[in-house]
């Protein structure tokens, strides 16, 4: 069963474009919403995450939108560089330690 | 900080064989995770650990995996006889645990080829 659904699996975006990555969760005892960025042969890296407070937070070109009513969250990203190419992961956290991965996007953009 | 060592960084074997793999967790962080990644399954807690001790092992797969942290500084897994749906990369993350934003920090990964 999966707790944190992520689409979609892959995406392709203009080079300057926005890219957005959607994830929903039906666990409402989730208390912290990571979003974690993998370049190939290294390990997901934290991006940027979220309180279940707050509607919205932004770094940079990265902003994530969280509607707790739907349980649904996304990850934004603004003018998408070739450098943004890498599979990201949402997440949510279930327990003090233990974070639920989605089954990843990955996000290639072009040129 | 090094961050955290996992050693290999590839191995191949032969189907039936032990593997074991080795993670060094960042000094001070007092929570260590074990994943899996593959294609088809995408990235798979498998076990994690609390000031040493195992929490929720739920996600080890079968009796032929065990992993073990005897301290602070170092956690292995182990695949014993392992099989060639067992290749995957096997990441350790580690994390603080306490706080509200535990960041887990990820390994380079060991990519695992049974042949």
């Known amino acids: 069963q999966q707790q944190v659904k992520q689409s979609p699996q892959s995406l392709i975006v203009q080079k300057g474009g926005i890219s957005i990555i959607n994830c929903a969760y039906e666990?409402?005892?989730?208390?912290?919403f990571p979003w974690y960025q993998q370049f190939p042969g290294k390990g997901p890296a934290l991006l940027i995450a979220?309180?279940?407070?707050?509607s919205e937070k932004k770094e940079g070109r990265f902003t994530i939108s969280f509607n707790k009513s739907a349980k649904q969250f996304s990850l934004h990203i603004m003018d998408s560089q070739p450098g943004d190419s890498a599979t990201y992961f949402c997440?949510?956290?279930?327990?003090?330690?233990?974070?639920?991965f989605g089954s990843g996007t990955r996000l290639s953009i072009r040129p | 900080d090094a961050g955290v060592i996992q050693s290999p960084r590839h191995e191949v074997t032969e189907m039936g064989q032990e593997v074991t793999l080795r993670c060094k967790p960042i000094?001070?962080?007092?929570?260590l995770f074990w994943y899996r990644q593959t294609m088809m399954r995408g990235l798979e807690l498998l076990i994690y650990?609390?000031?040493?001790?195992?929490?929720?092992d739920s996600g080890m797969p079968e009796d032929r995996f065990s992993a073990k942290m005897p301290n602070a500084s170092f956690s292995t897994l182990k695949i014993q006889p392992s099989e060639p749906r067992d290749s995957a990369v096997y990441f350790c993350?580690?994390?603080?645990?306490?706080?509200?934003?535990?960041?887990?920090?990820f390994g380079p990964g060991t990519r695992l080829t049974v042949l």
């Open positions: 997440a949510a956290r279930e327990s003090a330690s233990k974070i639920i």
């Open positions: 666990n409402t005892a989730f208390d912290y």
């Open positions: 979220i309180r279940p407070d707050v």
């Open positions: 000094s001070g962080h007092n929570s």
């Open positions: 650990f609390n000031n040493n001790v195992p929490i929720d």
């Open positions: 993350a580690t994390g603080s645990r306490g706080g509200f934003y535990n960041e887990q920090f």
